[in-house]
Every structure is written in C-alpha cells, then in structure tokens.
Nanobody, 121 residues
Framework: QVQLVESGGGLVQPGGSLRLSCAASGSIFSINAMRWYRQAPGKERELVASISIGGSTNYADSVKGRFTISRDNAKNTVFLQMNSLKPEDTAVYYC???????????????WGQGTLVTVSS
C-alpha cells in the first residue's frame, strides 16, 4: 500500500517562509505527476502547484512568483517552498500523486493526510 506523508506545516508570520515536504512510501513502481492542493476554512480544495515526472511545473495564479514546487525522484518526495506568505495562504495543504505499483498496474491517485499552514501575526 502506498502512503503519502506531509511535513513542514506550522505557524508563520506574514512575509515569512515555510517548506513543505511529502514523501511517498510503500510498494511503488512509478510516480507520475505530483501536486499540492490546499483547502482553507469554508472553501473548496484548490490546486496550488503541480510537477510532472520530467520536472515541468504549473502554479495557481495566486502563488506564482512566491511558491516553488520541486521533486526528488530518487526519494519519491515532492517539496513546496513557500515564500512571502500571506494570511490568505492559511489552509490545510495536501499532497497528491499519481502512482502505480507495477508495470502493468493502473495509475492510482493517492492523497496525503494534510498539514496545516497558518499565516498570522
């Protein structure tokens, strides 16, 4: 069974930085796209950033220029570097990955448990 475990959330002042990590573990043959989503209180979950297996990235307009997504394929890990944080970035951040456990297995979408980021003075 494949699991995603996030870490790095916490409380930070406006203008500060945090780095989120998400490590995949279990019987993994291959990981395709990896993504970060977030869900603020009372709002729907939204896509923040994504990165392909080849390293191509996409960002939500609200975080462009402030957040950077990266991955370490050898360690099955994805990162989200968040700079110039704003109170509106406060949310639970979820890691998401498209994974397969064997060469003939179908792709499965896996979610992490989420990590809380609070931006407040």
């Amino acid at each position: 069974q494949v699991q995603l475990v996030e870490s790095g959330g916490g409380l930070v002042q406006p203008g500060g930085s945090l780095r989120l990590s998400c490590a995949a573990s279990g019987s993994i043959f291959s990981i395709n796209a990896m993504r970060w989503y977030r869900q603020a209180p009372g709002k729907e979950r939204e896509l923040v950033a994504s990165i392909s297996i080849g390293g191509s990235t996409n960002y939500a307009d609200s975080v462009k220029g402030r957040f950077t997504i990266s991955r370490d394929n050898a360690k099955n890990t994805v990162f989200l570097q968040m700079n110039s944080l704003k109170p509106e970035d406060t949310a639970v951040y979820y890691c998401n990955a498209l994974v397969r456990v064997g060469i003939t297995s179908p792709w499965s979408e896996i979610w992490g448990q989420g990590t809380l980021v609070t931006v407040s003075s």
